[in-house]
């Protein structure tokens, strides 16, 4: 797959894996991965990044006496996958046209 | 092996051994010890406190140089 | 490899970084260990999953961006670059000053651990001569005299321990104003870039 689709895609993955419920990073690495190749080196910088454009929040909970972080997914962070999913539709469009044409050869 | 609050604990055993070795110098000097620590050349030089020209010196001599040298 | 020995390797790994930005990459690597081993996964087998401690800290490494030199002065125009090189004598000598006089205050500063140190070890020296020879002296000078001995080599004792509790306490704290001002420093011309 092509590098600058993927890291797209990986993007909202991660967001996705946070809409039903608030998640801890290796719990992000196994729900993603089901999907799409990811790794604690690749997953580190979407976080920290979707972090700073307030997509996700971060805090900590304490859990078998160490401190365990939790993402939970902001208002802007669904908005995001929202768009996302409305930019798919014509993108969605497009390959339909793509293939048609294709086949019509 | 972890010695629990070992700054603090040091502190204390830093202090305490400073007062001891004070009240035991003290008791020295109340038992007349300031004649005893006159000493002529023929001080032997493991003596690290003694009485030099009305002065109290506590020296540790070292291989012609001196290691340590205070004098009050 | 086992938890910690991946963790140290990490941490050497990203020891030019300030210690906040490392700690936040270590916790990040040491849950994800944490978290694989709670799973049911053997330390062994946790630490096999992840990529190797180089491959971390160069992903961490530039995720947070490279360093850039900046220079916000217009150098572009010849009219800087001449009043640049005609002004050397002011702002060098100026420049220099300055550093000189941050030198003078590391040196300053630098005294007292040193201090610490030379302290901790003569009365060492102090404490062991004068306490197992007191009793020679007490033997061949007088008892008094021997025992005032013990006194001082007692006191040594003492003083050597507050000795290296100081120079404990102040090396971190003279290591850390080091650090902090060449950050501060390298900050004045060089300023990160983030790669996103």
Same mark, same amino acid.
């Given at each position: 797959?092509?590098?600058?689709?993927?890291?797209?895609?990986?993007?909202?993955?991660?967001?996705?894996?946070?809409?039903?419920?608030?998640?801890?990073?290796?719990?992000?690495?196994?729900?993603?991965?089901?999907?799409?190749?990811?790794?604690?080196?690749?997953?580190?910088?979407?976080?920290?990044?979707?972090?700073?454009?307030?997509?996700?929040?971060?805090?900590?909970?304490?859990? +078998?006496?160490?401190?365990?972080?939790?993402?939970?997914?902001?208002?802007?962070?669904?908005?995001?996958?929202?768009?996302?999913?409305?930019?798919?539709?014509?993108?969605?469009?497009?390959?339909?046209?793509?293939?048609?044409?294709?086949?019509?050869? | 092996?972890?010695?629990? +609050?070992?700054?603090?604990?040091?502190?204390?055993?830093?202090?305490?051994?400073?007062?001891?070795?004070?009240?035991?110098?003290?008791?020295?000097?109340?038992?007349?010890?300031?004649?005893?620590?006159?000493?002529?050349?023929?001080?032997?030089?493991?003596?690290?406190?003694?009485?030099?020209?009305?002065?109290?010196?506590?020296?540790?001599?070292?291989?012609?140089?001196?290691?340590?040298?205070?004098?009050? | 490899?086992?938890?910690?020995?991946?963790?140290?390797?990490? +941490?050497?790994?990203?020891? #030019?970084?300030?210690?906040?930005?490392?700690?936040?990459?270590?916790?990040?690597?040491?849950?994800?260990?944490?978290?694989?081993?709670?799973?049911?996964?053997?330390?062994?087998?946790?630490?096999?999953?992840?990529?190797?401690?180089?491959?971390?800290?160069?992903?961490?490494?530039?995720?947070?961006?490279?360093?850039?030199?900046?220079?916000?002065?217009?150098? +572009?125009?010849?009219?800087?670059?001449?009043?640049?090189?005609?002004?050397?004598?002011? #702002?060098?000598?100026?420049?220099?000053?300055?550093?000189?006089?941050?030198?003078?205050?590391?040196?300053?500063?630098?005294?007292?651990?040193?201090?610490?140190?030379?302290?901790?070890?003569?009365?060492?020296?102090?404490?062991?001569?004068?306490?197992?020879?007191?009793?020679?002296?007490?033997?061949?000078?007088?008892?008094?005299?021997?025992?005032?001995?013990?006194?001082?080599?007692?006191?040594?004792?003492?003083?050597?321990?507050?000795?290296?509790?100081?120079?404990?306490?102040?090396?971190?704290?003279?290591?850390?104003?080091?650090?902090?001002?060449?950050?501060?420093?390298?900050?004045?011309?060089?300023?990160?870039?983030?790669?996103?």
């Amino acid at each position: 797959m092509d590098s600058q689709l993927k890291k797209g895609l990986l993007e909202i993955c991660v967001l996705a894996a946070l809409a039903k419920q608030d998640s801890y990073g290796y719990q992000i690495i196994k729900d993603v991965s089901q999907v799409i190749e990811i790794s604690e080196s690749t997953l580190y910088p979407i976080l920290k990044r979707l972090e700073a454009s307030r997509d996700l929040e971060t805090y900590s909970v304490e859990h +078998n006496s160490r401190l365990r972080k939790y993402y939970r997914l902001t208002d802007s962070g669904r908005r995001h996958i929202a768009d996302f999913l409305d930019d798919w539709k014509s993108v969605m469009a497009v390959i339909d046209f793509i293939k048609g044409e294709v086949h019509h050869d | 092996m972890v010695i629990r +609050n070992f700054r603090k604990k040091a502190l204390i055993a830093g202090l305490i051994f400073v007062l001891t070795g004070s009240l035991i110098v003290g008791a020295g000097l109340a038992a007349g010890g300031q004649k005893a620590l006159i000493a002529g050349s023929s001080k032997p030089w493991y003596q690290t406190i003694w009485i030099e020209d009305g002065k109290v010196v506590v020296s540790l001599d070292f291989l012609n140089g001196s290691l340590f040298h205070i004098s009050f | 490899m086992t938890e910690k020995e991946y963790l140290d390797a990490l +941490n050497k790994a990203l020891k #030019w970084l300030p210690k906040p930005e490392k700690e936040i990459c270590f916790n990040y690597a040491r849950e994800m260990i944490e978290d694989r081993i709670e799973n049911g996964l053997p330390e062994a087998e946790a630490v096999a999953q992840l990529e190797s401690p180089q491959q971390m800290a160069k992903a961490f490494l530039e995720d947070r961006g490279s360093l850039k030199f900046k220079f916000s002065l217009p150098i +572009n125009s010849v009219m800087t670059v001449i009043l640049l090189i005609l002004g050397f004598p002011l #702002w060098g000598a100026l420049l220099l000053a300055g550093l000189m006089i941050l030198l003078a205050g590391f040196l300053l500063a630098g005294c007292v651990p040193f201090i610490c140190v030379v302290m901790t070890v003569s009365l060492l020296f102090v404490a062991l001569v004068s306490v197992s020879a007191s009793p020679f002296v007490m033997v061949s000078v007088s008892l008094i005299a021997g025992v005032i001995q013990l006194g001082v080599g007692v006191m040594a004792l003492g003083g050597l321990i507050l000795a290296a509790l100081g120079a404990s306490l102040t090396i971190p704290w003279f290591k850390a104003a080091v650090m902090k001002t060449a950050q501060f420093l390298r900050s004045l011309f060089f300023q990160e870039v983030s790669k996103w």
